[in-house]
């Protein structure tokens, strides 16, 4: 009987565990575990995933970077000489709540504002003063672009580097005189840029005044510029930014030197018979509607040389300084910014299928998975600040976010010197419009070009309310 007794009390055990069935709020699985499969609301007060009853803390938004452009032949007159006025300055942009600075230290007439082995420094630039185009000179020997990394440091601003990268040298109007590399010697003549001007083909430095550029697919070229970019990465800067990292001011008129067709020959695999004029004829300007193969391949062939620097570009800069950010300044317009032989978009971005010029392997001449920022020029007018086109501020910034296909972060903003409205200041009131519509459009926030305008104009105030006011909605 006490078999058949303790037999029952089993059996009955059984039949209540069997029918003691958890809730749905019970993961069943192979091996019950007690502690993954407890009762949410039964968790202990301590477990740092179940806060208990407690408000969930709001969401704290990061406040995005707001920086200055500081143009070296614009500002040239206050900071070539003087510490003290670059120390004034800075302490400013910091009040007026900028978080960093974009410091050219390579202007158009090219010359250097930091140490190099590769090319001499920068000792004058030509300027409109008081009626007429006159040299500033740089007497002083202090580091320039140190005493703003330094100034930086205190004040507790990012200080990014900026070169005019595919720029040889400039003769200057009036009868000035010429400045840079390719003219005292330093670069040879044969690096400046070929065009195919109406009257034949004719080396840019033959064609009077203005920047004189480098051509782009000259294999001495790019490892001359690599050099300087080397040296440029030895500072401690938060970035490097490539302005003019691109073909010639004459556009689809560049470059057409026996260097480029042997290039252009051995890329497409045969020869060119009649050069230039199966590319383009003499003189042209803008794009025939209906573009022939050969034509697309030049295309996609120029914007292979820019890629291409690019991508040795970074390497070259992250091999000295791994942490340094590097990247480039374009023009948003990137609807007609092929006319520079530049594609600043990822090679995710599928280009072909919205523009007749562009072929399938145009899209993997894009570039920006191969920088770490980009800045990018939303240079509309004082009457288009909003909108979701181009040639607005906003529009700028919200298309460039589908052209970089998550690749790059980037920063965009206005010129507030040069773009229409602009011209004569006044525009002070705009401001908060400005940083509204492009510090939120864009991933990393927005930068102004430039401070001489902002010190010409006396935005200072202005700025620093449009940046309260931006600050005060996160």
């Not at 930086?152 to 590399?181: F, R």
């Not at 800045?375 to 970089?404: D, L, P």
């Not at 525009?427 to 510090?439: F, T, Y």
Request: aromatic share 14%; charged share 25%.
């Amino acid at each position: 009987m006490k078999i058949l007794r303790n037999i029952f009390l089993l059996l009955s055990l059984a039949v209540f565990i069997a029918c003691d069935k958890p809730d749905d709020n019970y993961i069943w699985n192979d091996g019950w575990n007690e502690e993954e499969n407890q009762n949410p609301e039964e968790k202990p007060d301590d477990d740092p995933d179940n806060p208990g009853t407690e408000d969930p803390k709001p969401e704290v938004k990061e406040a995005k970077a707001r920086l200055v452009w500081i143009d070296a032949a614009a500002n040239f007159k206050d900071y070539a000489n003087s510490r003290k006025k670059i120390a004034d300055d800075m302490a400013r942009i910091k009040e007026t709540g900028f978080t960093g600075v974009i410091v050219e230290v390579r202007p158009t007439t090219a010359g250097l504002l930091f140490k190099s082995d590769v090319e001499g420094a920068l000792t004058q630039v030509d300027a409109w003063v008081t009626g007429a185009y006159k040299w500033l000179k740089r007497t002083e020997s202090f580091d320039y672009l140190q005493e703003f990394i330094n100034v930086g440091k205190e004040v507790g601003l990012d200080v990014y580097a900026a070169i005019n990268t595919m720029v040889g040298g400039k003769e200057c109007p009036y009868g000035l005189g010429s400045s840079g590399p390719l003219f005292d010697g330093t670069a040879r003549k044969e690096w400046a840029t070929v065009i195919n001007t109406a009257d034949g083909l004719v080396s840019c430095m033959d064609l009077g005044a203005g920047t004189k550029f480098l051509n782009p697919a000259n294999d001495e070229v790019v490892d001359y510029l690599l050099g300087i970019l080397e040296d440029l990465a030895a500072y401690d800067v938060a970035g490097i930014i490539l302005d003019r990292c691109r073909y010639d001011d004459y556009e689809l008129q560049s470059d057409f030197s026996d260097v480029s067709r042997q290039k252009f020959e051995e890329y497409i695999g045969k020869t060119v018979t009649n050069w230039p004029d199966d590319i383009f004829a003499p003189g042209t300007e803008s794009l025939p509607n209906i573009l022939s193969p050969l034509q697309k391949s030049w295309m996609e062939f120029r914007a292979k040389n820019i890629h291409d620097f690019m991508e040795k570009a970074s390497a070259r800069v992250h091999s000295v300084n791994p942490d340094v950010r590097f990247g480039a300044y374009v023009g948003a317009w990137y609807t007609s910014y092929y006319y520079s032989g530049v594609n600043w978009a990822s090679p995710n971005y599928n280009a072909k299928s919205v523009y007749n010029w562009a072929t399938s392997e145009y899209c993997s001449y894009g570039y920006a998975d191969h920088c770490d920022i980009m800045i990018i020029g939303a240079y509309a007018s004082t009457k288009s600040i909003y909108g979701s086109s181009e040639w607005t501020m906003e529009g700028f910034c919200k298309r460039a976010k589908n052209i970089f296909a998550g690749d790059v972060p980037y920063i965009g903003g206005p010129d507030i010197g040069n773009s229409t409205g602009f011209e004569n200041g006044g525009q002070g009131s705009l401001m908060p419009k400005i940083v509204d519509a492009c510090i939120n459009n864009s991933t990393e926030g927005m930068f102004f070009f430039d401070l001489c305008h902002i010190k010409m104009y006396d935005y200072w105030s202005d700025i620093k309310k449009a940046f309260d006011q931006y600050l005060e909605t996160l």
